[in-house]
DNA sequence: AAGTCAATAAATATCGATATTTTTCTAGCG
DNA sequence: CGCTAGAAAAATATCGATATTTATTGACTT
């Protein structure tokens, strides 16, 4: 479902915010892949009804954050090295497609909206916003593919890589990669048009972190 | 979500059966492409209550079934005649790339449900029980691909095509096509372990369909 | 007339209480 | 002792009623 894109704060309905908050604690593994979500227990510590935790559990579905089965409830998707590896390949393969696609018709907004991204990337240091600023920032290179469905997939498994990468976390979080480099490689490759280089420095900054991310995730 | 597979029959929970009846709705076309979904309406057309049914289009949602805007209901997905490009093209990169994994690893047990798929879907005539046969058969040439995440894709995007060949079948369904002949092709490329021949045996199946629907399609 | 605002109607979202189902526990049996 | 049947506990699924929100209508201004 993923409505992470709508404008922020607001007082939303009790299910999205339900919604946000479980996925939030999928993602960043407050809530350990694997585990039982049982329904009183959510609804205690979120403070709402039922109703609303049980159609956010359903539509968390959706991204495949939760698994649910019927008559005996939901559980935090499991997350294991196949299933990494699984998604690094599938991202590997969308993204090159929508990025193709995407700069195959690109337009000055989008060639903005990507510089724009990147700005505020740059900007940003808190480990949080950052990371909600680096999702934009990738999503804005694909933002062009004409492909709603392409671009949906892809974020779902976006979401899904970084999950890994919180799950990952837990050993020091030392690279010597210089990340800010691929990134303005990446939109200078982009800016410039060119496909076959931009998709070469993408896929090469999503191996780079998974197999760093693969190496770590032994415990799996 | 995709239930479709559970075994037949059988008493399930109400969620369950207003999800498989309103999926059968939205795919024939019962209930229009873009219709509202109102809870109450729907509650009484499947004698059930609201929660079932608000469940279930909560979970159609990630079958791209059903769109759920917060706080004003469901609707059922809107269809376009570029959504069904969009379609065609993300299932002939997704099956190739499930069918080449599928053959790579290819094992006498695959091989042995995939003749057994196409035997059983070359028995049925009946319309409804030879839909189910014969994505049983595309299933089974993806079936061998270790990648559940690109096997669940692919079958969502199977059905949603199938969505559009029943919102197009309204005109007179006359093809000149040789169905069965196409089938044979697959089935013996894949038998023999030829990716490639496979592939284009596949895609060139798809292909052909698409462009005949695509034909039909004008209306939309 | 076109536009606005309030009142009404309709629909969605949510709650709290039960009915069902699954899981856990335990005592009796082989 | 391990196993199974059945009772008790726990959790899920579902219902019916209500609170909220959105959509509609129509009178009132300019």
Known sequence: MNIMDETSGKEASATRGAYMSLRDMILTGALPA????????????????ASPVREALSLLTSDMLVERIDQRGFRAAPASTENFAEILKLRCVLEDMALRQSIASATPEWEENLVLAHHRMKQLTGAASFEDAHKLFHMA???NSSSPMLERFCSQLYDLNIRYRNLASSGRNYQKRDITAEHEEILACAVRRDA???STALLSHYRLTGAYLTSQLVNL
Do not use: F, S, V
């Open 141 to 143: 290179l694909l933002a």
């Open 34 to 49: 694997g585990e039982k979500l049982k329904i009183e227990q959510l609804r205690k510590l979120l403070d709402t009804g």
């Open 196 to 198: 076959d280089a931009t």
